[in-house]
């Protein structure tokens, strides 16, 4: 069965901090992984990467994938209350489905 | 452009009953996929379409039902509900590839 696995669960850190946010997946037919970020309402997407290696950037935030190992980090540097969200990672499959991973639960502390 | 929008936003109903939930996806897009989030499940998928035809769906009772028409636009039927289907059912829409989903605000259900 396909599944998506996010660690960790939670995370509290100071504002300041850098965070690493790790995404695991197990999906037939894999064709790209995404991230969202989600605050109190719908989530809002950050970044999708279909190819090995290649990090993508925007801001503070930075993302790559390791298709070989099947996981895929987020890392956020010189972290702001504003990032306190909780992040979700989703698989894409071949079969035109979209699997989601539980989220991390950041909180940044002031 | 525009985003994706639901409709209603919110919902209150009685169990037995039946509900429908409507979704427009961003214009040019012609892939719809449905979830259920609860706190303490995710984001669940219920079921994706594109050009009126169900691609996937996920694993979800019968008493879920979906579809979608010729302009995208997409519905989603609840029936005989059930007090755990209290969620808050959210719509994506994508140009239908491995390309980026865009979610609409949702419809939060509560079931009473």
């Known amino acids: 069965e396909d599944k998506v696995v996010q660690s960790p669960l939670s995370l509290v850190v100071h504002e300041g901090d850098t965070v690493t946010l790790n995404c695991s997946y197990e999906?037939?037919?894999?064709?790209?992984l995404l991230w969202y970020k989600q605050e109190k309402k719908a989530p809002t997407f950050l970044f999708m990467l279909?190819?090995?290696?290649i990090e993508k950037k925007s801001g503070r935030l930075s993302s790559i994938l390791d298709k070989k190992e099947l996981f895929s980090i987020l890392n956020i540097t010189a972290t702001q209350t504003g990032d306190s969200a909780v992040y979700l990672c989703a698989a894409f499959s071949g079969t035109y489905k979209y699997i989601f991973g539980t989220g991390t639960r950041l909180k940044v502390l002031a | 452009k525009a985003g994706v929008t639901q409709t209603p936003r919110y919902l209150i109903k009685t169990r037995g009953q039946q509900v429908t939930l409507s979704c427009s996806p961003i214009s040019g897009h012609r892939s719809v996929s449905w979830y259920q989030q609860t706190p303490g499940q995710g984001l669940q998928f219920l079921f994706e379409y594109f050009s009126e035809t169900q691609r996937n769906k996920g694993n979800f009772p019968g008493r879920f039902s979906g579809r979608q028409f010729s302009n995208s636009r997409s519905e989603m039927n609840v029936s005989t509900l059930e007090l755990g289907d209290s969620a808050l059912y959210l719509c994506?829409?994508?140009?239908?590839?491995?390309?980026?989903?865009?979610f609409g605000p949702g419809t939060r259900l509560t079931v009473l």
């Open positions: 999906v037939t037919n894999f064709r790209s």
């Open positions: 279909t190819s090995s290696g």
């Open positions: 994506a829409s994508s140009f239908g590839g491995a390309d980026e989903q865009f």
